[in-house]
């Protein structure tokens, strides 16, 4: 770690705007990793709790009357200039998680899918939803060492279309990780542009809706 | 209530009586990211939650980074912000990127992040 070794280092006064990233994937994949690599404090974590009341009532003669749902989530920070602070948030790819995603990440520039190509079906459902819920995003294999894939192999494993992005990274190595961001706020740009072909961004067709209901 | 137990698994009802006896407010105006400032000290008598926060943002500081340092869910901790700003003792610096659903952020917006990441 570099000189922020504070938790809590204070940012500045004429801080205004604070911007999120996402950071997906499976367990173990390096999320964490990656944000502590970019971030200027020690990633901290912290959860949200969300109790479904009313619905829950009814539901008591099911099995484990489940009546709330906790996730945990990791995150770190980078400040960008005297006014913009940007969160990186490390976000477990399960399903429960998604049940949250709205209320947590809405707002959200953009994701970066972090992948294990030795797991990379661990991906698939974290792509889907990003789809569903039209938040634009790049996907990142992290190099674990693993056998190598060529880019296509890689595209037709995750169901990946041409136009999002598809990068290699070293999840510990600050400057891969950096290069990674850069990635996706590159493609955020250009989709905002409207230069690349922009359907990839808020892709309404999508598949069926897999409703992420934590209770039935 | 009478039996302190430490750590954030206390009992659900201690939660509760954080926020008294809520569990939703219109607190959903605090984005994870929304920055919060103090704008007074704290009182005597106050509730030790409140004085942290109060503590804690005498520079701009993030609700998640107050959920954390707090260890209590961020939904409790949003109802108890805007406790305070209901009663005018922080205020609220919230996202600019204009939370419409589905929308790609402003590319001026975008342009800043890239300058601010390439110079990391």
């Known amino acids: 770690m570099d000189s922020a070794t504070s938790d809590r280092a204070a940012l500045q006064a004429t801080a205004d705007n604070g911007l999120k990233i996402v950071v997906v994937g499976g367990f173990g994949v390096g999320k964490t990793t990656m944000v502590r690599s970019v971030s200027e404090i020690r990633p901290l974590n912290t959860e949200e709790t969300m109790t479904r009341a009313g619905e829950a009532v009814d539901h008591l003669d099911g099995v484990q009357s489940k009546t709330s749902t906790t996730v945990a989530f990791d995150f770190g920070r980078i400040s960008l200039d005297e006014r913009s602070v940007l969160y990186l948030f490390g976000a477990p790819g399960q399903e429960r998680f998604w049940f949250l995603w709205d209320r947590l990440f809405s707002g959200t520039l953009g994701a970066v899918v972090l992948v294990d190509t030795r797991r990379l079906a661990d991906s698939w459902y974290a792509i889907d939803r990003l789809e569903h819920h039209g938040t634009p995003f790049i996907v990142a294999c992290n190099d674990f060492g693993g056998p190598l894939h060529t880019e296509q192999q890689i595209r037709e494993a995750l169901d990946l279309s041409d136009d999002v992005p598809l990068v290699e990274c070293d999840a510990r190595d600050r400057s891969s990780s950096k290069y990674v961001l850069i990635t996706l706020v590159e493609h955020l740009h250009a989709l905002s542009q409207g230069n690349a072909s922009a359907t990839s961004a808020a892709r309404p067709e999508i598949t069926p809706e897999k409703t992420p209901e934590p209770t039935s | ?120």
């Open chain 2, 1 to 120: 209530m009478t039996r302190r137990r430490p750590g954030r698994d206390d009992a659900p009802d201690r939660l509760y009586t954080l926020t008294g006896g809520r569990s939703r407010s219109g607190s959903d105006a605090f984005d994870l990211v929304t920055l919060v400032v103090s704008e007074c000290e704290p009182a005597p008598g106050m509730q030790s939650e409140h004085v942290t926060i109060l503590r804690m943002c005498t520079r701009p500081t993030a609700v998640v980074e107050i959920a954390a340092s707090l260890g209590l869910p961020v939904s409790i901790v949003r109802i108890m912000l805007s406790d305070l700003l209901d009663t005018g003792r922080i205020s609220a610096r919230h996202p600019r990127t204009a939370r419409v659903a589905d929308r790609l952020p402003d590319p001026d917006i975008l342009e800043q992040v890239l300058v601010g990441l390439r110079n990391l």
